[in-house]
């Protein structure tokens, strides 16, 4: 009997909608592979919703669509149906999930979380790769100090950053462009951190780079690693800075549709360069998955910018025609099925601390001694 494979997505983040595009759209391309899959709905208040097959975009409009069964998650057993008068819930079959939430909690390593403890394996994790990668400052630490170009990222404070402006402005742990500004001076980013939504988590300032080409690269992991074509964004001319939400996701089609060269139009050299960099980076890091790494290219120098660990559409549209989409999202299920459960071993026998450790309350006596 084949695996029943879930796709989650959705969640309480304020890129849910894209997220539930990125769903229905692996949903479509595994189903089309033949495989059984539960498209597992995460509302935006946190409940949990099977929808039913081949759902639609429009059918989210008003929360969870027509058709819809409520689940709850119960711990070390996965998910149910509610419960019925004094009758349990009944058990929802699911053997593995692939994560396709954007932002918030479904992808900084709160959802990977919570399914190792419900006992499914989930991709995007484990939970504390998860939140290296949706941690801006972190992961440009990392970069620096593995000796990965990357441009200078501080924390924003009342101390003077070692670069001047203009500055980007980034929320710390947001994902996408929502919430990032390219502001002229010190005031107008701590003005806007003290106003913008986005911003109260925490805020990274990067120095605003005019002319700096942007260059994404998706990569898989599973069985080995692999990398798409690079692609190079086209923002709209009269647009100049940051390529923004809305130019990337509020268009008919999306992402998919977005103006891009692909391959991008530059020398072998940057191809190569990025394709190397890639590679260090998730060696450093240890990310595994489906994902995607962002470049800057400076006066011919290519930087990393950001990783996106679940990528808007997974970034299928990256791969050439010839990869097969639902190949690298069931490699991703395998690599996370691959990797479920594997604890650290204790250093000693179980119960070992605990028959040395003698009487709790004589340690009481014990604290406070030191002076």
Request: net charge negative.
């Amino acid at each position: 009997m084949a695996d029943k494979l879930a796709v989650v997505f959705g969640g309480p983040s304020p890129e849910h909608d894209i997220s539930i595009l990125t769903g229905l759209l692996s949903e479509r391309v595994l189903r089309d592979a033949g495989r059984d899959v539960a498209p597992l709905y995460w509302t935006r208040t946190g409940e949990w919703v099977l929808c039913p097959p081949r759902s639609e975009a429009k059918d989210f409009l008003e929360g969870a669509p027509k058709g819809a069964t409520r689940l709850e998650a119960v711990l070390g057993s996965g998910f149910q149906t509610p419960k019925k008068g004094l009758g349990g819930g009944k058990p929802v079959t699911i053997d593995a999930a692939l994560n396709c939430c954007h932002g918030g909690a479904g992808e900084n390593g709160g959802v990977n979380a919570l399914f190792d403890q419900l006992g499914i394996p989930l991709t995007g994790g484990p939970s504390t790769l998860a939140a290296l990668g949706m941690d801006k400052l972190a992961f440009g630490a990392v970069l620096q100090g593995n000796g990965i170009p990357t441009l200078p990222r501080v924390a924003l404070s009342s101390a003077e950053p070692p670069f001047g402006g203009p500055y980007i402005v980034k929320p710390r742990f947001g994902g996408s462009s929502i919430g990032i500004e390219v502001v002229e001076d010190l005031d107008t980013a701590r003005a806007l951190a003290r106003s913008s939504v986005h911003l109260r988590q925490g805020v990274v300032l990067e120095p605003f780079v005019k002319g700096a080409v942007d260059l994404n690269l998706a990569y898989a992991t599973h069985p080995s690693l692999r990398t798409s074509l690079l692609e190079k964004p086209l923002a709209p001319a009269a647009v100049e800075g940051i390529y923004s939400y809305g130019q990337k996701y509020l268009q008919t089609d999306g992402l998919v549709a977005a103006p891009r060269e692909l391959p991008a139009q530059v020398p072998d050299t940057v191809t190569k360069e990025a394709e190397r960099l890639a590679e260090a980076v998730l060696e450093v890091t240890g990310i595994k998955g489906v994902g995607r790494l962002d470049f800057l290219l400076v006066d011919g120098v290519l930087h990393v910018n950001e990783i996106n660990t679940i990528p808007g559409s997974m970034s299928l549209y990256l791969w050439p025609k010839e990869v097969s989409a639902a190949e690298l999202l069931l490699g991703a299920v395998e690599e996370a099925r691959a990797s479920f459960g594997r604890a650290e071993p204790a250093p000693f026998e179980p119960g070992a601390a605990l028959r040395a450790a003698g009487g709790i309350g004589g340690k009481l006596g014990q604290l406070g001694q030191a002076r």
